[in-house]
T-cell receptor, first 111, second 116 residues
Framework: AQSVTQPDIHITVSEGASLELRCNYS??????LFWYVQSPGQGLQLLLKYFSGDTLVQGIKGFEAEFKRSQSSFNLRKPSVHWSDAAEYFC?????????FGQGTRLTINP | ETGVTQTPRHLVMGMTNKKSLKCEQH?????MYWYKQSAKKPLELMFVYSLEERVENNSVPSRFSPECPNSSHLFLHLHTLQPEDSALYLCASSQSPPGQGGQTQYFGPGTRLLVL
């Protein structure tokens, strides 16, 4: 079955530290992949997306993600996190009829 | 206003009430969506509309009734809900429906629904 897995439900990092959020997908064809962020009480905001071409994509707020077909992964990274990055992060891919979302990773930032 | 707006932002209703959620998009998009977001569950797609026609209905109970009068507005009519229906209901829009080559969906802030 088509699915998206975010193995880490909750991650805590210190402000200024680097961040990597994992995402694995199960889909036969080349997927269209997305990362969204959701701040408390808000809707989802698009961080970045991969459709084709360069496998390293840049997004807003200093985030980037790398598509690795051999590993079926699309991990999100940021070199140095800020307190305002505390939020929930969702990986998704576009299937034939809908966006399929992962369960989300909640990010906590320690001062 | 820009983007996708939703009203009300918060709603408390009894199980016998009838209420409606409203979504409006100001992006000129042709597809609109309702999602349900419950604690500890992935986002659940409820309905998809493309050019005001429903194209997807993911086995949603009939106590949820969508309406799309035009490409900018989407409603979710609620009646005889259950406590387990308490959740954040998100509306989204995209230029075209999924499956047409990488459609970015833009989300509203959601309506936090509590069913007593």
């Amino acid at each position: 079955a088509q699915s998206v897995t975010q193995p880490d439900i909750h991650i805590t990092v210190s402000e200024g530290a680097s961040l990597e959020l994992r995402c694995n997908y199960s889909y036969g064809a080349t997927p269209y992949l997305f990362w969204y962020v959701q701040s408390p009480g808000q809707g989802l905001q698009l961080l970045l997306k991969y459709f084709s071409g360069d496998t390293l994509v840049q997004g807003i707020k200093g985030f980037e993600a790398e598509f690795k077909r051999s590993q079926s992964s699309f991990n999100l990274r940021k070199p140095s996190v800020h307190w305002s990055d505390a939020a929930e992060y969702f990986c998704a891919y576009e299937g034939a009829q809908k966006l399929v979302f992962g369960q989300g990773t909640r990010l906590t930032i320690n001062p | 206003e820009t983007g996708v707006t939703q009203t009300p932002r918060h709603l408390v209703m009894g199980m016998t009430n009838k209420k409606s959620l409203k979504c409006e998009q100001h992006l000129g998009h042709n597809a609109m969506y309702w999602y349900k977001q419950s604690a500890k569950k992935p986002l659940e797609l409820m309905f998809v509309y493309s050019l005001e026609e429903r194209v997807e209905n993911n086995s949603v109970p009939s106590r949820f009734s969508p309406e799309c009068p035009n490409s900018s507005h989407l409603f979710l009519h609620l009646h005889t809900l259950q406590p387990e229906d308490s959740a954040l209901y998100l509306c989204a829009s995209s230029q075209s429906p999924p499956g047409q080559g990488g459609q970015t969906q833009y989300f509203g802030p959601g309506t936090r629904l509590l069913v007593l």
